[in-house]
Structures are given as C-alpha cells and as structure tokens.
C-alpha cells in the first residue's frame, strides 16, 4: 500500500526511508494525490513547498 512521507509528502511503496527527505515517518491516511512533473511550473508545487519532481499526497489526515 502506498503511504505518504509526513514531512515533505511525497508518495513511497516499500521504501522505509523517504528518499527525498531522509524521512522516517509516514502515514497512510492521505486523500489526495498530484503528480508534480515539473515543481517550477505548478502552483500545487509552490503551495505546498515542493522542489522536486514525484507523486505527492495533498491532504494528509493527522488524526
Ligand atoms: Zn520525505
């Protein structure tokens, strides 16, 4: 199942760390994706603080 990185979003399948981030906490409760192709170009990037290219969640639940 795919799960979500809590520190920078970004969607990971079997990885324990978070590639991007070094991350190591991530959760599975998350709604919304969006595939940032190019993070210069999106306003989803800018939004949300992204800087390099991936699937990230966009609404991860806290609780
Ligand atoms: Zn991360």
Same mark, same amino acid.
Do not use: H
């Given at each position: ?12 399948? @079997?990885? +324990? ?5 070094? $991350?190591?906490?991530?959760?599975? #409760?998350?709604?919304s ?5 190019d993070? @210069?170009? +999106?306003?989803?990037?800018a939004?949300? $603080?992204?800087?390099?290219?991936? #699937? ?8």
């Amino acid at each position: 199942m795919s799960k979500a990185c809590k520190s920078c979003r970004l969607i990971i399948e @079997t990885e +324990s760390v978070c590639p991007l981030c070094q $991350g190591t906490e991530f959760t599975e #409760r998350f709604n919304s994706t969006a595939q940032i192709f190019d993070p @210069t170009k +999106s306003e989803i990037a800018a939004k949300l $603080g992204i800087k390099a290219p991936g #699937r990230y969640a966009i609404k991860i639940k806290e609780k």
